[in-house]
Structure formats: structure tokens, C-alpha cells
């Protein structure tokens, strides 16, 4: 079994940042390809940032390429979301996921999920 616990979400102003963090526990996190999604009200969940296990293969959503960046601390059993320049439309609630298929990661159907930690950036 493993948990995830994300941290780090709150209010932003459009144009500032946040990093978002995933505690795992429970089995072993370097065999496993981490990721985050999100969810906006009233919208489909989608994904945004995926890492595979060794760190070297990183996947990003076209809409947050080049602002989003996704890594992980095998020491800490930590991944991270640094997110910069954020927009209004960034606003969700963020998920971690975890899977030892990066395929099920990016798709939307890994085994393990956190509980989600909500990002509000204002405009």
C-alpha cells in the first residue's frame, strides 16, 4: 500500500508561484512513476506533470510547459511541484498520483491518489 500527502497549496496572486509537495509512504517510492493532476470546479480532471522513477524522464501538459516544473527526492520520498508564473486558470484542486506504469500515471488511472491540496490564484 502506498499514501500519498500533498502540501503546499493556498492563495497566490496571478504571476507569483507555489511549490506543491507529496509525502509517500508505505512501499518503495523509487520504483514508481509519480505525477500530478488537477481539478477545477465544474471541469473534467486533467493532467498536469509526471516523473518517472528514476527522475531522468520528465511529462508536462502543453498548458503548463515551461512554468510547471516536476521533481523528486528519492531520500525524502518526496515529489515536488514548483509552479511559477501562475494564472487564474491554474486554480484547482492538485492531486498526486503514483503507479509503476508511467502509461497509467499520465492516463489518469494510477493506483494511488493523495487527497488533494487546493490552489486558488486570484487575478
Given at each position: ?26 512501499r ?38 515551461g ?57
Open positions: 500500500q502506498v499514501q500519498l500527502v500533498e502540501s503546499g497549496g493556498g492563495l497566490v496572486q496571478a504571476g507569483g508561484s507555489l511549490r506543491l509537495s507529496c509525502a509517500v509512504s508505505g518503495t517510492f523509487s520504483t514508481y512513476t509519480m505525477g500530478w493532476f488537477r481539478q477545477a470546479p465544474g471541469k473534467e480532471r486533467e493532467f498536469v506533470a509526471a516523473i518517472g522513477w528514476a527522475g531522468g524522464s520528465t511529462y508536462y501538459a502543453d498548458s503548463v510547459k512554468r510547471f516544473t516536476i521533481s523528486r527526492d528519492k531520500a525524502k520520498n518526496t515529489v515536488y511541484l514548483q509552479m511559477n508564473s501562475l494564472k487564474p486558470e491554474d486554480t484547482a484542486v492538485y492531486y498526486c498520483v503514483a503507479d509503476r506504469s508511467a502509461a497509467a500515471v499520465v492516463g489518469g488511472n494510477a493506483n494511488y491518489w493523495g487527497q488533494g491540496t487546493q490552489v486558488t490564484v486570484s487575478s
